[in-house]
């Protein structure tokens, strides 16, 4: 006890080493590990194991209300009310803060607009380099934990950040489309695992976020694509995701803005009650939609359409395959074109 009160590491998860952190009470290991009861929670609710759901919830519940507790006192006792810091005890100046926002993606610890969360945001964007994050305690880059605070920017509604990290992101890729672990920023020496399979899976799942993203019952079609993707065409076939398999294709023409989709339900998959076709701010003139056969009016700042989940249309493409595409299942290609970080082009 400390001065009657339980010690701010009370409840956590024992002391550990957290890599390219340091040796403490980890918060990161904290939010996975509640991650992962949540997960098997689900999954023994799916096999209606009873006992087994009731000690695990009891477990996360218990672990959820000691983590919030010892992260507002250091969020404002280390962090000075700016950041959550990496332990209870570690300022960022001692400890990389890369895993803070964890809390938010992937784990869903915090909400996306929770105070803790933006402000923690504002101080590490201060630190980024190159469009992505920069490390506190050393003059290196850490390219592909970006993939994180993207999704933490798109959880935000933030499609500028969230392209703006994208970016980044694929302008640090080598011109076989790999990625060093981390660079030295004076030397340009990379470090680390090179090429960096972690990298490159990170880069595959945010570009399959950017068009199809689970969150929580809802399922977001094109969240973080880009205006020219739309222009383009967009087609995605056969995305596996945890409601079922979805397939869509999106394209403009004129002042209208088509789009096929299908969702079929797998056996034992979870319901989604939230289908929703983001779109992204845009030059050009759009009046109206067409969602399987049926037109409806768009208002001119309208970003969001809802979609019904259980409605189906067979898919007959017109747009043609991409041979040379980032994610096999969409047609958007983007790496061509990019620059990367020493000015070359990809």
Known sequence: ???????????????????????????????????????????VTSLNEEQDVKWMTETCDTLHANLLASVRVAFERVGLGKYIPATPFHPATQFELWGTMAALYPTRFLEPNDPMVSRTLEFVSQNFQEDVYGYFTAKKIFPYITADFAMCYLLRDDLSMFLRLYDGYVAHASSTNGWVEETFLES????????????????????????????EDALHLCWGARDEWFSNGIAVKRAPTRFGTIDFELHRKGVVLEVNYRLVHGANQDVCRNLQLHIPPSAH??????????????????RVIQLEPARAVALRSSIRPCSRAANSSTKTRTFAGRKRADGKTA
């Open 285 to 302: 003139r759009t009046t109206s939609i067409r969602v399987n056969g049926a037109t409806r009016p768009l208002s001119p700042d309208q």
């Open 188 to 215: 340009r020496l990379g470090t680390g695992d090179m090429p960096h399979g972690w990298a490159a899976a990170q880069y595959v799942h945010m570009h399959r976020n950017s068009l199809v993203f689970e969150d």
């Open 1 to 43: 006890m400390e001065n009657g009160e339980r010690p701010i590491f009370y409840g956590l998860i024992p002391s550990a080493e957290g890599e390219a952190i340091g040796v403490g009470y980890n918060y990161y290991h904290d939010y996975f590990a509640l991650l992962g009861l949540k997960m098997a929670i689900h999954a």
